[in-house]
């Protein structure tokens, strides 16, 4: 699993990287922070990602799985964890 926050020095700059990372995915219906977006592959070793914005910043969570096996956080244990980073920004 791969967890990344980016501190951008601007509102307008984080939502540019935003904007370029969810090229492909689902926005949300109900959004974490101030936008979010998501996608659920699970295939050729990509699980899931999840990415939203937070004022400056830009948060993206994801995971990776081998051919056999389930990702070993689901897209919902995504969420969790990125609620959970929300709460704590």
């Not at 101030?34 to 400056?56: H, P, R």
């Amino acid at each position: 699993m791969t967890f990344g926050v980016i501190d951008f020095v601007s509102v307008s700059a984080d939502k540019e990287h935003y904007g370029l990372v969810m090229e492909g995915m689902t926005s949300m219906t109900t959004p974490i922070g101030d936008a979010s977006a998501e996608i659920e592959v699970n295939a050729q070793g990509v699980g899931s990602m999840l990415v939203f914005i937070y004022g400056d910043k830009v948060v993206s969570l994801h995971t990776t799985q081998a051919e056999e096996y389930e990702p070993l956080v689901s897209l919902e244990g995504l969420k969790d964890m990125a609620d959970l980073v929300m709460s704590r920004l």
